[in-house]
């Protein structure tokens, strides 16, 4: 008896369940997103189900367009960023999708749904609509639960003393633990707090990179909707002073102009309390 597919079924349920791997994705990783970005991507991924309905693809080729699949998934949901932040976010939608396909898998092994057809590495259900809410709602908390219990809290509302010297020079930013900045300079790979001119012109001198008193880098850095690159120094040495003690970190410090901060002094990675 042939499986009869219905494609607002198929559409539906593959739109839903990539939003909240999307969705899951962006939780593990504390990443800034935006809604309508997300819907984006997962209707890009409820297209690409539609391939359930070709031909059986040759397992390898399958791999690859499933690969270049969550590729564009990612990036139309957080954009562009430096390739390891980009890397690692793909990674983790990888593991989002496994660990909910692990879970579906068991859901349907208990209940055993009728209806189901897989081709092409796309999978079909033939669910109610309550089924579907339910599991998959279910998939994101078990999911969540996990993530909570074997990571380590990430500050999202931290506020740290940060003292910059530079030889002779000596500036101190209350700077504020941002989850969403990853940034790093390239070369180096050193992690990069953000700060205002105002806040560190004792130590550069000037407004102009090049008429800056230390070596000037450039720092690329993608926001949605924006990218651009930011001049930094490599300070000679780095103190952050926070709730749990005092660490000497190597960082760059990257240079925004007045006011762009919003009034906070600097923007400081996450990496540099670990």
Request: charged residues 15%.
């Amino acid at each position: 008896m042939k499986q009869v597919v219905y494609v607002d079924v198929l559409l539906a349920v593959n739109l839903f369940v990539n939003y909240f791997l999307l969705l899951g994705t962006a939780r593990f990783l504390s990443l800034a997103f935006f809604r309508r970005r997300l819907l984006l991507a997962s209707g890009l991924g409820a297209v690409y189900s539609l391939t359930i309905f070709l031909p059986e693809i040759n397992w390898i080729f399958s791999l690859l367009i499933k690969f270049l699949m969550a590729v564009s998934m990612v990036w139309l949901a957080f954009g562009r960023s430096n390739m390891r932040v980009f890397g690692k976010t793909v990674a983790c939608f990888f593991v989002v999708s496994f660990g909910f396909a692990g879970i579906m898998f068991a859901l349907s092994q208990i209940f055993s749904p009728p209806g189901l057809l897989m081709n092409n590495g796309v999978v079909y259900f033939d669910l109610s609509p309550l089924l579907l809410v339910g599991s998959t709602l279910l998939c994101y908390g078990v999911l969540r639960l996990l993530h909570r219990f074997s990571s380590r809290p990430v500050p999202q509302e931290l506020y740290c003393t940060v003292d910059i010297d530079c030889g002779e020079e000596h500036v101190t930013l209350r700077a504020k633990v941002d989850t969403g900045n990853s940034l790093t300079e390239p070369f180096s790979h050193l992690p990069v707090i953000v700060a205002e001119y105002n806040k560190v012109e004792a130590l550069v001198g000037g407004r102009e990179p090049e008429s800056w008193r230390l070596p000037c880098r450039v720092v690329p850095f993608y926001a949605v909707g924006s990218e651009g690159v930011l001049p930094a120094f490599h300070p000679q040495k780095i103190t952050v002073h926070h709730n749990h003690g005092i660490l000497k970190k190597d960082a760059y410090v990257a240079v925004c102009p007045d006011g762009t901060l919003g009034g906070i002094d600097g923007l400081m990675n996450p990496e540099l309390l670990s």
